[in-house]
């Protein structure tokens, strides 16, 4: 084995059950000082395949090399004392310590108790790499970059030489991502090894090396980034020739469909998690919603749709397509929103916990739509067709229309929401990052029933974290700072940085 080498998986297979095999005969190499980039369609094994690296899986069959050694990771800590670390999507951190104090989380109690050294330490850190860290702040007084951060710090901290982000820039602004970027050449330089999983392929050629590809679970091949291009990629991600632009058809018709007037909210603690919004939507147009997580989407989108409370002063008005009348949303539920002829579809930021029911199957979350029409228990012929018809057209990949959706992966549960929401006729349709999780593919296909919406007539409201996609997506683009509508934009003719920057910095009143 190559001196260069710091770790090699060979013929790595794991198996969940009889029936799912995240990775089968999988050989990829990781060389030392080097940035290499994992790709490949929702459920290609790719976080399964750096979870036996990190020690959270341990693989049925195969071997794993480090620095030309055999080694057996059994645990997360096993892997941190090979020098191997993984930064989650989902961070493992502690809201109520401070950043000094979750580096310390899990160290030798006689180290730990040194908080001044381990402050110091994570200074030397930042200095060294570029990173920027207040040792003393509370991790909930800190942003998702500041978090993310803290995250790398704390595994550079433990020794770390081989590093696995996944999906390190998914709620970063563009500003951000770039800093990340330049942290990420410095540790590069300094002879560490980076793999990243994402499917944000424009970056995946800005800022690695090499690219190493599954598909359905198997090794495709590694390919030196400086030869590949966007299309090359995807073709071999998933197998075939793929259109990737995205459409945009003009606006027709634009007619006003919903007002938004002074719109606030409190959050469970009493603050404003949305402060005085007011915007129109349009059917025959997508409105994008941009800001980094937090900035008062969620509670946007679930005010409308009668989820949420409003405070006194707030108004949302919808305008019916077939007779011009206006009714006022606020201070309805969501049944009284349905009773009163609204048609109004959401598919929610968390798919599980308010989209659909996990414990049941595809059929009877689409019964969940209809329920209030009495006889839905009597009628089981309709959803059925309609969750083949959204297996089919989306790819669901399932044992069963009846199989628990909590036992699908997080892509195909969003197929499965999307798709039963679109199927309603809405004429309003508000999404919270419908793509998330999924691949290359089937976000396309999901941006095209969007489009199609968008044709009919519907306001469809998309709120998205990636701003390239809005930008090609949408025609126009309120941006969210802080709870607070920071701007709208033309998404034809604004730029990824006057987004990033209505993004982060609040523009004061009158301005």
């Given at each position: 084995m190559e001196n260069n080498v710091a770790v090699r998986m060979q013929h790595i297979t794991k198996a969940f059950g009889t029936k799912v095999v995240a990775n089968k005969d999988v050989t990829l190499e990781i060389e030392k000082g080097e940035i290499l980039a994992l790709l490949g369609e929702n459920g290609s094994g790719k976080t399964t395949l750096m979870n036996m690296l990190s020690g959270i899986y341990h693989p049925d069959s195969g071997e794993i090399f480090v620095d030309g050694k055999e080694v057996h990771i059994e645990s997360p800590k096993d892997a941190y004392a090979l020098g191997i670390g993984m930064i989650h999507q989902h961070f493992k951190l502690v809201d109520v310590f401070t950043a000094t104090e979750n580096v310390a989380l899990g160290m030798d109690k006689s180290k730990a108790?040194?908080?001044?050294?381990?402050?110091?330490?994570?200074?030397?850190?930042?200095?060294?790499?570029?990173?920027?860290?207040?040792?003393?702040?509370?991790?909930?007084?800190?942003?998702?970059?500041?978090?993310?951060?803290?995250?790398?710090?704390?595994?550079?901290?433990?020794?770390?030489?081989?590093?696995i982000l996944d999906e390190p820039t998914a709620v970063l602004t563009p500003q951000e991502t770039d800093k990340l970027f330049d942290v990420l050449r410095n540790m590069k330089a300094d002879g560490k090894s980076i793999i990243i999983i994402t499917h944000k392929l424009h970056e995946v050629l800005a800022i690695s090396d090499r690219v190493s590809i599954l598909r359905k679970g198997e090794f495709i091949g590694t390919v030196p980034t400086k030869e590949a291009t966007v299309q090359s990629l995807t073709e071999m991600m998933v197998g075939q020739k793929v259109v990737l632009d995205i459409e945009r058809p003009l606006i027709e018709n634009k007619k006003k469909r919903l007002v938004v007037s002074h719109l606030s909210c409190l959050n469970k603690y009493g603050v404003r998690s949305l402060d005085d919004v007011s915007f129109d939507a349009y059917g025959g147009e997508i409105l994008g919603v941009a800001g980094i997580s937090g900035s008062g989407q969620k509670a946007l989108l679930e005010s409308i749709a009668g989820l949420q409370e409003a405070q006194d002063g707030s108004s949302v008005k919808f305008i019916d397509p077939k007779t011009g009348e206006e009714s006022e949303l606020v201070g309805k539920n969501v049944l009284q929103i349905k009773q009163m002829g609204v048609a109004l579809s959401f598919v929610p930021e968390d798919r599980l916990g308010m989209g659909l029911v996990g414990s049941m199957g595809m059929t009877d979350n689409m019964m969940l739509k209809s329920y209030q029409k009495g006889v839905v228990f009597a009628d089981r012929k309709t959803p059925k067709n309609l969750a083949n018809q959204v297996k089919d057209e989306l790819e669901v990949v399932t044992p069963s229309i009846q199989t628990p959706v909590r036992k699908l992966s997080g892509g195909n549960v969003q197929k499965v929401l999307v798709g039963r929401e679109i199927a309603a006729e809405p004429s309003v349709l508000m999404a919270a990052y419908a793509v998330r999780g999924l691949d290359i593919n089937t976000s396309y296909t999901i941006y095209r029933l969007l489009n199609e919406q968008k044709k009919k007539g519907v306001a469809v409201i998309y709120v998205g974290e990636d701003l390239d996609v809005l930008l090609a997506l949408c025609d126009r683009i309120a941006v969210l700072c802080a709870g607070r509508l920071n701007g709208i934009v033309d998404a034809r003719t604004t730029t990824k940085e006057e987004v990033g920057i209505l993004m982060t910095n609040l523009r004061k009143e009158g301005e």
């Open positions: 108790k040194n908080r001044n050294a381990i402050a110091k330490g994570i200074k030397e850190i930042c200095d060294r790499y570029g990173f920027s860290v207040s040792t003393d702040r509370k991790v909930y007084n800190m942003s998702v970059s500041q978090k993310q951060t803290l995250e790398i710090v704390k595994t550079l901290y433990r020794g770390a030489n081989i590093l």
